[in-house]
C-alpha cells in the first residue's frame, strides 16, 4: 500500500544536486486501474495502481511493481496513451526518516515542481507538518497527478 500527500515547491532546497537524484520516463497505457510503465535509469517498471477510499487527507493507493526487459518496456511505451511524463526526482532526506521525492518536469510540464511524501500510515500522513520549502498541499488536486498530466499539457 502507498499512503502519501503531494505539494507545490516554494522553493528548491540549497545544494540540491547533492542530493541522490535520476531521470524518470514515464506512461500510462490505463488509468482505471492506473498500469504505468516507468525507466529509471536501466531499470524499467511496470505499476498497477489502484485507489483506495480514504477518510485521510493522503493519497492511498494499492500499488504493485513488476520488472520489465529494456525490449518489453519499449512495446508497452509505444502503447501509451498521451504524452511522455519526463522529470528528475531527488530524494531529499526529512526529519523523522521520511524522504521528499523531488520531481522537476521537463517536456511538456517544463518548470513544474511538485514534492511527494511517502508515510507508514494514514495517522502520519494527516499529522505531517512540511518544511518550509513546500507549498500548497495538492494531494486532492486530480490535475497534479502524473497520469492527468500524460494527457493535458496544461495544468490550468
Same mark, same amino acid.
Given at each position: 500500500?502507498?499512503?502519501?500527500?503531494?505539494? !507545490?515547491? /516554494? @522553493?528548491?532546497?540549497? $545544494?540540491?544536486?547533492?542530493?541522490?537524484?535520476?531521470? =524518470?520516463?514515464?506512461?500510462?497505457?490505463? *488509468?482505471?486501474?492506473?498500469?504505468?510503465?516507468?525507466?529509471?535509469?536501466?531499470?524499467?517498471?511496470?505499476?498497477?495502481?489502484?485507489?483506495?477510499?480514504?477518510?485521510?487527507?493522503?493519497?492511498?493507493?494499492?500499488?504493485?511493481?513488476?520488472?520489465?526487459?529494456?525490449?518489453?518496456?519499449?512495446? !508497452?511505451? /509505444? @502503447?501509451?496513451?498521451? $504524452?511522455?511524463?519526463?522529470?528528475?526526482?531527488?530524494? =531529499?532526506?526529512?526529519?523523522?526518516?521520511? *524522504?521528499?521525492?523531488?520531481?522537476?518536469?521537463?517536456?511538456?510540464?517544463?518548470?513544474?515542481?511538485?514534492?511527494?511524501?511517502?508515510?507508514?500510515?494514514?495517522?502520519?500522513?494527516?499529522?505531517?507538518?512540511?518544511?518550509?520549502?513546500?507549498?500548497?498541499?495538492?494531494?486532492?488536486?486530480?490535475?497534479?497527478?502524473?497520469?492527468?498530466?500524460?494527457?493535458?499539457?496544461?495544468?490550468?
Amino acid at each position: 500500500m502507498e499512503i502519501e500527500r503531494k505539494f !507545490l515547491v /516554494a @522553493k528548491l532546497p540549497a $545544494n540540491l544536486e547533492s542530493f541522490p537524484h535520476a531521470e =524518470i520516463e514515464q506512461g500510462y497505457l490505463c *488509468t482505471s486501474p492506473t498500469l504505468r510503465v516507468r525507466r529509471v535509469g536501466d531499470s524499467f517498471i511496470l505499476t498497477v495502481k489502484e485507489k483506495l477510499h480514504s477518510d485521510s487527507s493522503a493519497i492511498v493507493n494499492r500499488e504493485e511493481e513488476f520488472s520489465l526487459s529494456g525490449d518489453q518496456y519499449a512495446m !508497452l511505451k /509505444a @502503447k501509451c496513451d498521451g $504524452n511522455m511524463v519526463l522529470k528528475t526526482r531527488y530524494r =531529499i532526506p526529512l526529519d523523522g526518516g521520511l *524522504t521528499a521525492e523531488l520531481d522537476i518536469f521537463h517536456g511538456t510540464h517544463d518548470g513544474l515542481r511538485l514534492v511527494e511524501v511517502e508515510f507508514p500510515d494514514q495517522a502520519s500522513a494527516d499529522a505531517f507538518l512540511p518544511p518550509v520549502w513546500f507549498a500548497s498541499d495538492v494531494s486532492d488536486d486530480h490535475r497534479y497527478r502524473n497520469s492527468w498530466l500524460a494527457h493535458h499539457d496544461s495544468i490550468l
